[in-house]
Nanobody, 123 residues
Framework: QVQLVESGGGLVQAGGSLRLSCVVS????????MGWYRQAPGKQRELVAT???????NYADSVKGRFTISRDNVKNTVYLQMNSLKPEDTAVYYC?????????????????WGQGTQVTVSS
């Protein structure tokens, strides 16, 4: 009933920039918080940034000042602008959304995840 599709990952040199996008689709009633997480090889998934529906943001200390999260509530899309990338930013980046969706006569919650997009930063 809910799908999240990320795009924008790739290979970039240290100091470069990338912009990730994540579109939420399906029988959407509302989307509350949205966020980006990442998982590097051999490590646990960690929070990168989150944004509430009204635009309040939260960042991991490791990305503050370099990454910016934003969203378009009309397009059901969340973005992550990543600047001054470092090799330690290399990971699979996952989009997450707290969604309410229509299920026949009901509105149900779903903590939804995308499939991930690879970001590789070379030194």
């Amino acid at each position: 009933q809910v799908q999240l599709v990320e795009s924008g990952g790739g290979l970039v040199q240290a100091g470069g920039s990338l912009r990730l996008s994540c579109v939420v689709s399906g029988s959407i009633f509302s989307i509350n918080a949205m966020g980006w997480y990442r998982q590097a090889p051999g490590k646990q998934r960690e929070l990168v940034a989150t944004i509430t529906r009204d635009g309040s943001t939260n960042y991991a200390d490791s990305v503050k000042g370099r990454f910016t999260i934003s969203r378009d509530n009309v397009k059901n899309t969340v973005y992550l602008q990543m600047n001054s990338l470092k090799p330690e930013d290399t990971a699979v980046y996952y989009c997450n959304a707290d969604v309410r969706y229509y299920d026949r006569d009901y509105i149900r919650p779903a903590d939804s995840w995308g499939q991930g997009t690879q970001v590789t930063v070379s030194s």
